[in-house]
């Protein structure tokens, strides 16, 4: 049922899910792009001290006896100490890609900057542009490097002049701004989507308040849609009101329908009874049983169809304890002289969803059927099984009923006793009346013996 629930279409869920799936996506991209501008921002920053090196480099270098290259005394502490995280080198172009070292920082030792091929072509095709690149370090360590090819005077043969440092510090405040870039977007997207989730319950408000006075209405507890509702759900409330005092038009009709059809029919039948009875003989006999039975029909179907036209129209409640202790106290007394006792039990807060004879019919003659066939004892329970669902269960201490004849006592004036009172209606009429009412009956054996009748009525809230 949960399962179900989940899969089937949600205004809320699909608002939800929706605002809050757009959300992410930008709050992503965003948090993608501010982590890339910042790591270009350092980089930059990065790149512009290894220029500045380069730069002093080339400003200083001087050429001294048989073209040698001789590099300025810079003053950074941090090239000067052995694997520092900070160097430099002058190197020439050699074939095939590679490089000859002339002069390089203290901090290499004895150690070199390693550049692919592909950078040193790139450098020697574009003199005087500085080139970006990644390698290793000494202590293979990711260096960020720099490499420009420059002509010196008095000097024919170009050379390289190379700068890398220590990229590890950056990469770690690119980490902790997206470490603390990801926390701060995460609780601005969970703030997000409580919000979205407050904004489509408050602005769907209006259409949970219209759903329940709709069940207000259904169940009797209303007449009609009292609330004022926004603009767009205005026409739908007026068109409810509209439908539910149709319905109650239509339900008033039908049974005035049913009055007059009573009417109609039991006036001829009545003549025809009591002329049956003034000129007696076995005419006489025959009209007056057919008549008789005519009208148990009529009852019958007149009954069915009031209650038929009552579960269409407005709901009412009706309290089972109460009409389970009327009944009790009346059949004790009915069949008082066959020692019958009834025990009821049922919940205070327990309601029939519809009218009250409806009960009074179902229940008494379940009731009086287990008075008639029981030895002394009559067990009834009414216990909720759901929200708008409840079970009656009458048992009897009788000699019950066998499994291969209860559906034929659900027949029409089915009696399994002719020798027994009354017209065989009891059980069909209130197996009638309960699907009339969307409920079931069934028959099964007693606890106490005899035969168990466990009906499945509608629910009112209390």
């Known amino acids: 049922m949960k399962l179900e629930a989940l899969r089937s279409p949600s205004l809320v869920r699909r608002l939800v899910i929706l605002a809050a799936g757009w959300s992410l996506v930008v709050l992503l991209v965003t948090a993608v792009v501010l982590a890339m501008l910042f790591q270009q921002a350092a980089l930059r920053r990065f790149d512009q001290g290894l220029s500045e090196l380069i730069d002093n480099l080339l400003a200083g270098a001087t050429i001294g006896d048989d073209q040698e290259v001789i590099a300025p005394a810079l003053t950074d502490l941090r090239a000067l100490r052995a694997y520092s995280g900070k160097y430099w080198q002058v190197a020439e172009p050699a074939s095939g890609g590679a490089l000859r070292v002339i002069v390089r920082s ?13 950078i040193v072509e790139e450098v020697a095709a574009t003199p005087g542009k500085p080139v970006v690149y990644d390698t290793r370090g000494p202590l293979n360590e990711p260096l960020r490097a720099m490499a420009s090819q420059a002509k010196l005077p008095g000097r024919d043969a170009p050379v390289i002049f190379m700068a890398a440092e220590d990229r590890s510090p950056v ?10 870039t990801a926390l701060a977007f995460g609780l601005l997207a969970a703030g997000m989507i409580g919000a979205v989730v407050v904004q489509v319950r408050v602005g769907l408000a209006p259409l949970f308040d219209l759903r329940r006075e709709v069940a207000s209405v259904r169940r009797g507890k209303a007449e009609r849609l009292m609330g004022t509702y926004p603009t767009e759900l205005s026409p739908l409330a007026e068109e409810l009101n509209a439908l539910v005092a149709h319905n109650q038009e239509v339900v008033e009709r039908q049974r005035t329908h049913v009055g007059n059809l009573a009417h109609a029919l039991k006036t001829p039948l009545s003549v025809m009874t009591t002329e049956a009875e003034q000129q007696p003989g076995p005419l006489a006999e025959v009209v007056a049983r057919q008549a008789d039975a005519m009208r148990r029909q009529v009852d019958h179907h007149l009954r069915r169809a009031r209650a038929a036209a009552r579960t269409q129209g407005q709901g009412e409640r009706t309290s089972v304890a109460e009409v389970l202790d009327e009944l009790a106290r009346t059949l004790e007394r009915i069949f008082q002289d066959k020692g019958v006792t009834v025990d009821w039990d049922a919940e205070d807060d327990l309601y029939f969803l519809g009218e009250r004879q409806d009960l009074l019919e179902i229940a008494g003659n379940a009731m009086d059927n287990a008075c008639k066939w029981c030895r002394g004892r009559v067990r009834v329970r009414a216990k909720p099984l759901s929200a708008n669902r409840f079970r009656l269960v009458v048992e009897d201490d009788g000699a019950g009923l066998p499994p291969d004849r209860r559906e034929e006592v659900l027949k029409r004036g089915a009696r399994l006793d002719e020798a027994a009172p009354g017209s065989g209606l009891g059980l069909n009429i209130i197996d009638e009346l309960a699907r009339a009412y969307g409920g079931s009956l069934r028959l099964g054996d007693a606890a106490l013996g005899g035969l168990s009748v466990e009906l499945e009525l509608p629910r009112a809230e209390a």
């Not at 203290?106 to 592909?118: E, M, Y």
């Not at 990469?171 to 603390?180: E, W």
């Open 171 to 180: 990469d770690r405040d690119v980490r902790g701004f997206i470490a603390a």
């Open 106 to 118: 203290r901090s290499l030792w004895d150690s070199d900057l390693k550049a692919p091929a592909d």
